[in-house]
């Protein structure tokens, strides 16, 4: 009976042997833990490094026509404006926004920001920086995760004197980037400008904007409209006549 027993438990112990269980860590001493659900990489989100990413936009030449907000002239900046959207004139005021995000999940630090202004936009002002070879730089120190700062350029059209004469609309694209840690974003923002026909004294004559006009017949249906009150009288009385 002894022998049975003996050779029950030496079949036990060589079925588990080399079976080690999986326990979490909770001593600190480098016990091997099982994964975590939600943990990165076993069902939660993967930590990044610091990401930079950056959107351009330029202004709506004509937002401030229709847009405002208590008085106040609400500028409208978009991606793009192609050849059948609001044309740029000659002379006129320009903008561009910038705004730089921290994607990841890492602090950036010293990020190098750099837009490359297009051929016929004269650069007037910005957020500090400089301004040199038609390139503006500016510097952000720190971004935190998640976090994004906005940038304002101002700029001109130059004089339709410099403009080609072969051409209109004459349609410009602006790239602006931003550089952290070896790695470059950028994003571009196109916009189109209009030449002018020049009159014999050399002034500058645009088209005149569309205006939508009322169909004829809904003036005439109008027309028909306000007639029916006075026909309507005039029926009454001379049937009383009768």
Same mark, same amino acid.
Do not use: H, W
């Given at each position: 009976m002894k022998t049975q027993t003996f050779f029950i438990l030496l079949t036990v112990a060589f079925l588990f042997k080399g079976v080690t269980p999986v326990v979490a860590d909770t001593t600190g001493y480098g016990v091997p833990s099982a994964p975590l659900y939600g943990a990165p990489g076993y069902g939660g989100p993967v930590s990044q490094p610091g990401v930079v990413s950056i959107n351009k936009m330029v202004l709506d030449p004509r937002s401030d026509e229709t847009r405002t907000k208590g008085g106040?002239?609400? !500028? =409208?900046f978009v991606e793009n404006l192609g050849r059948n959207d609001n044309l740029y004139r000659a002379n006129e005021a320009t903008a561009f926004k910038l705004i730089v995000t921290n994607t990841g999940t890492k602090t950036l630090t010293n990020i190098q920001v750099r837009d490359f202004f297009p051929q016929y936009v004269m650069y007037v002002s910005g957020n500090g920086g400089s301004f040199s070879?038609?390139?503006? $730089?500016? &510097? @952000?120190?720190?971004?935190?995760? +998640?976090? %994004?700062?906005?940038? @304002? *350029?101002? +700029?001109? @059209? =130059? #004089? %339709? &004197?410099? *403009? /080609? $004469? #072969?051409? %209109?609309?004459?349609? =410009?694209i602006n790239r602006a980037e931003a550089e952290s840690e070896g790695k470059i974003a950028q994003d571009n923002a196109q916009l189109c400008i209009e030449r002018p026909s020049i009159t014999k004294g050399g002034q500058p004559i645009y088209p005149l904007p569309? =205006?939508? !006009? $009322? /169909?004829? $017949?809904?003036? !005439?249906?109008? &027309?028909?409209? +306000?007639? *029916? /009150? +006075?026909?309507? %009288?005039?029926?009454? *009385?001379r049937k009383k006549a009768v």
């Amino acid at each position: 009976m002894k022998t049975q027993t003996f050779f029950i438990l030496l079949t036990v112990a060589f079925l588990f042997k080399g079976v080690t269980p999986v326990v979490a860590d909770t001593t600190g001493y480098g016990v091997p833990s099982a994964p975590l659900y939600g943990a990165p990489g076993y069902g939660g989100p993967v930590s990044q490094p610091g990401v930079v990413s950056i959107n351009k936009m330029v202004l709506d030449p004509r937002s401030d026509e229709t847009r405002t907000k208590g008085g106040q002239v609400q !500028e =409208v900046f978009v991606e793009n404006l192609g050849r059948n959207d609001n044309l740029y004139r000659a002379n006129e005021a320009t903008a561009f926004k910038l705004i730089v995000t921290n994607t990841g999940t890492k602090t950036l630090t010293n990020i190098q920001v750099r837009d490359f202004f297009p051929q016929y936009v004269m650069y007037v002002s910005g957020n500090g920086g400089s301004f040199s070879n038609n390139t503006y $730089t500016f &510097t @952000i120190n720190q971004l935190e995760p +998640g976090q %994004s700062k906005e940038i @304002i *350029l101002r +700029g001109r @059209i =130059v #004089d %339709s &004197t410099q *403009l /080609p $004469t #072969d051409q %209109s609309p004459i349609c =410009v694209i602006n790239r602006a980037e931003a550089e952290s840690e070896g790695k470059i974003a950028q994003d571009n923002a196109q916009l189109c400008i209009e030449r002018p026909s020049i009159t014999k004294g050399g002034q500058p004559i645009y088209p005149l904007p569309q =205006v939508q !006009e $009322t /169909p004829k $017949t809904g003036a !005439e249906m109008l &027309t028909l409209i +306000g007639l *029916l /009150p +006075g026909a309507l %009288s005039g029926f009454i *009385l001379r049937k009383k006549a009768v």
